[in-house]
């Protein structure tokens, strides 16, 4: 019969830490190595992306929210206009706000409304001023700005982003220069 010597309970501590160390710094080094995918992940991916569950949207980059903001401030200082512009996306939220040189106070957050109800019911703003003749409420949503100047921007006939342009002496010419905002993303 073999002979078992006897390890301390401080022996048995320090032993078990350094194998804990060492399969800690194994599991490391293998989970560093591990970077690309397992096979299986294309296809569980493609799998998720054809579920009923799930929808994708379109989003305009904020490279091309400012080229469309930088195109309506220019549209607007060729006629001499001081104007705001903001580019909003799909959901509302901000993806680029501009205050042109001499735009009143009050013009850059007229232009986030704008573009926000344009995009909100996929219409220009102007159109959306008719609606309230038969439909006065419209007007008390929240976040909305029911004057023309807002413009919808589209992919595949479904809403993307808006454009909001205030600080025009008129509704028609903010909505012009909106419009030359979403001109620019459609080169």
Known sequence: ???VKKVSKR???????????LAIGGFGAWSASASS????????????AQSDHLTRSTHLTAAA?????????????????RVSVAVVDRNGNTIVELRGDGAGPQSYESAVKKAYTAVSW??????LVKRLESTPTLKDIPGTL?????APVTAKSAPIAGIG???????????KFARAGVAELTK
């Open 1 to 3: 019969m073999k002979h």
């Open 11 to 21: 022996a048995r501590v320090v032993t078990g830490g350094v194998v804990a160390a």
């Open 37 to 48: 995918p397992a096979p299986a992940a294309p296809a569980a991916a493609k799998a998720a």
């Open 65 to 81: 929210a400012t080229d469309a903001a930088e195109a309506v401030l220019d549209a607007a200082q060729k006629e001499n206009q």
């Open 122 to 127: 996929n219409a220009p703003t102007s159109e």
């Open 146 to 150: 029911f004057l023309a100047g807002g």
């Open 165 to 175: 342009v205030a600080g025009a002496p008129s509704g028609d010419l903010d909505e």
